[in-house]
């Protein structure tokens, strides 16, 4: 493996209490993020974009059917946006696709003045932020 590739990530797998409700949530998302379907079974999905991959599995060896972003372990996954329009209409699109968004009244900034993202959570509690690269 070369020195250009040590260091970035390489996949994050999920496991979700409902794959067909993560399948719509995820799969909707990482699309509009320009990810394509990669890998389908019958306990799960995966999504790339060049070298990286994210997996939801519906997982036998669950020991609770919620993830809570609170607890120790993963509390979200951020990924970058091009534009704060697109920012804007992936919030507005998240809502019949499964998505909430998270702190409203301090949208889009929410992360701090400086920042422009949105901060969405699925049905099953995990969140994503989309960060607007086009903000300064």
Request: charged share 25%; net charge negative.
């Amino acid at each position: 493996m070369g020195k250009g590739t040590t260091g970035l990530l390489h996949h994050v797998e999920m496991w979700v209490p409902d794959l067909e409700r993560a399948i719509a949530s995820w799969g909707w998302l990482l699309g509009e993020l320009g990810y394509t379907l990669h890998q389908e079974w019958k306990a799960g999905r995966s999504w790339r974009l060049g070298a990286t991959y994210l997996v939801v599995e519906q997982s036998r060896a669950l020991t609770s059917d919620q993830h809570d972003r609170c607890r120790p372990g993963l509390n979200h996954i951020a990924f970058h946006v091009e534009t704060r329009d697109m920012v804007d209409s992936l919030v507005e699109q998240a809502t019949g696709r499964g998505w909430k968004l998270l702190f409203p009244d301090l949208h889009p900034h929410a992360g701090g003045e400086r920042s422009y993202a949105a901060y969405l959570e699925n049905e099953d509690g995990f969140e994503v932020e989309l960060v607007a690269a086009d903000h300064v």
